[in-house]
C-alpha cells in the first residue's frame, strides 16, 4: 500500500488503519455485484441507489476470473456512467485464490483496469489444482484449508483486499477460529493488505473488530451487495458498533 497515501486524511483514503476509522471514513461500499455476474442490479441503478443513501465511494467488484472477456466492456460501463456523479465510483474486480502458493484468477490486462482487487477464497483445490466440492473436505480440516489459502495469497500479493475472511467456514461449518482470524490480521498487517469487514459473512462484527484490535491491519469496508437493499449494509453495521479505536474513550 502506498506510504504517501498512508499519510493522508483518513477520509481520502480508500484504505485505513482499524484505530483510524471514523464516522466520516465507512460512508462507503467498496463489496459489491451487479447484473453483470451474480447480482440483481444494473451499475446505473447501483449508482443512483448509492447517492440516495449519501455513500461517499463504491466499488464494482463483479466475479472476475482469467478467460471473463467482458471485463473490459463492464469496465467501460462502470466509467461511462459514473461520469459526473457525486459518488466516487472505483472499477473493481473480486477473484479466487487458486491456490496455496497464493495464485489469483486474474490477467495482467484485468488487473490494468481495476482501481481495487479484491482476492477471496470461494473454492478449495484439489491434488490435480482442479476445485473440489466442499463436501469431500474433512470437517476438522476445512478451515485450516481456508486459512492455507489465504494466508499463501498475503505472503504472495497482488491485491488490495482480503475479501470475507473465514467466509466458507462461517457459511459450510458455522464459524471460524478466533485465533485464524488473529493470523489473518496478523499476516495482513505485515503485508500491508487490507482485511475485508464483511457485513455478509461476519455473524459478529463487533467481535471481529475486536480480534483485530491487537494487529491493527488496514481494514476495508464490504457488504458483499448483491441487491440494491444490500447496498451500504457493513457502513450501517459499523454505525452501530463502538469500533476498537472507541472502546476505551
Given at each position: ?15 485505513v488503519r ?12 467498496m463489496?459489491l455485484?451487479t447484473?453483470?455476474?451474480d447480482?440483481t442490479?444494473?451499475i446505473?441503478?447501483v449508482i443512483?441507489?448509492a447517492e440516495?443513501?449519501?455513500?461517499e465511494?463504491i466499488?464494482?467488484?463483479e ?10 466492456a463492464f ?18 474486480a ?6 496455496f ?8 490486462a ?7 482487487v479484491?482476492a477471496?477464497v ?7 489444482g ?26 504472495r500479493g ?13 457459511r459450510q461449518?458455522g464459524g471460524?477460529p ?7 490480521a496478523?499476516?495482513?498487517?505485515a ?8 457485513a455478509?459473512y ?8 475486536a ?5 491493527d ?8 451487495a ?7 449494509r ?14 476505551s474513550?
Amino acid at each position: 500500500m502506498d506510504a504517501s497515501a498512508d499519510r493522508a486524511p483518513a477520509r481520502a483514503r480508500r484504505f485505513v488503519r482499524l484505530s483510524e476509522m471514523d464516522a466520516a471514513w465507512i460512508n462507503r461500499e467498496m463489496h459489491l455485484h451487479t447484473s453483470w455476474t451474480d447480482g440483481t442490479p444494473t451499475i446505473a441503478e447501483v449508482i443512483d441507489r448509492a447517492e440516495a443513501l449519501g455513500l461517499e465511494e463504491i466499488a464494482f467488484t463483479e466475479h472476475v476470473r482469467a478467460d471473463s472477456a467482458w471485463f473490459p466492456a463492464f469496465a467501460a460501463e462502470v466509467r461511462a456512467a459514473a461520469a459526473g456523479r457525486a459518488v466516487r465510483v472505483l472499477v473493481g474486480a473480486e477473484v479466487r485464490i487458486t491456490d496455496f502458493e497464493g495464485s489469483l484468477d486474474i490477467t495482467p490486462a484485468q488487473r490494468r483496469e481495476c482501481d481495487v482487487v479484491l482476492a477471496s477464497v470461494h473454492r478449495f483445490p484439489g491434488a490435480d489444482g482442479t476445485p473440489i466440492e466442499f463436501a469431500s473436505v474433512p470437517r476438522e480440516a476445512f478451515a485450516e484449508t481456508e486459512l492455507a489459502l489465504a494466508l499463501g495469497f498475503l505472503r504472495r500479493g497482488g491485491a488490495d483486499v482480503l475479501a470475507h475472511p473465514g467466509g466458507m467456514s462461517q457459511r459450510q461449518l458455522g464459524g471460524f477460529p478466533d485465533e485464524m482470524y488473529r493470523l489473518l490480521a496478523r499476516a495482513s498487517r505485515a503485508a500491508g493488505v487490507a482485511i475485508e469487514i464483511s457485513a455478509s459473512y461476519l455473524p459478529d462484527v463487533g467481535g471481529f473488530l475486536a480480534l483485530l484490535r491487537d494487529d491493527d491491519p488496514f481494514v476495508s469496508v464490504g457488504s458483499d451487495a448483491h441487491t440494491l437493499d444490500e447496498l451500504g449494509r457493513c457502513r450501517d453495521i459499523l454505525r452501530q458498533h463502538p469500533w476498537p479505536a472507541r472502546l476505551s474513550s
